[in-house]
């Protein structure tokens, strides 16, 4: 069995917003508006981590901002700026029938179809559309997957392999 990650991250800390110390927050998360479910988030300070309340919520173009806790000065919070937040995997968001959280991915060994081995997953691309499955090849070459169902026959995170269908022309590099 793989040694799941205990935390996941949600989103990193960008900059300070306003002088009331609410920060500016990238989501990693491929829905934002998840954070509207979030009560509490960890603050990864490279030492530790710090839970932080949430009291406030807003959502602004591609950016989350928020407001914890006891934070109520732009001093309180202007040394979180790159930081990361993460959740515990309780408090991450329930997952849907074939979805798999990116961290609990990377690092799984990729085999064909056909029996032969492709590679390692070291990335998963977040386009928009679907995902895309980055896969490290023994010989250093990068093959793009997109995680679609014609492609991505199943994932075994137990077994620690994806099985996948490569599709005519994607490893005509």
Known sequence: MLNMEE??????ITSTHGVHGEVKVFPT???????KKLKEVLLDTGKGQIPLEIV???FFK????LKFKGHDRIEDV???????LLVTRDHAVELGPDENFIVDLIGLS??????ESLGT??????????????VTMEDGKKVLLPAIKQCILNVDLEAGKVLVHVLDGLLDL
């Open 110 to 115: 990729v085999v064909t179809d056909e029996g």
């Open 29 to 35: 998360t491929d829905d934002p508006k998840r954070f």
């Open 56 to 58: 406030q919520i807003k």
């Open 121 to 134: 997953l070291t990335d998963v691309l977040l386009t928009g559309a679907n995902d895309v499955y980055e």
């Open 7 to 12: 935390t996941l991250r949600v989103g990193v």
């Open 62 to 65: 591609n950016m989350v901002i």
């Open 78 to 84: 202007e040394m979180y700026r790159g930081r990361d």
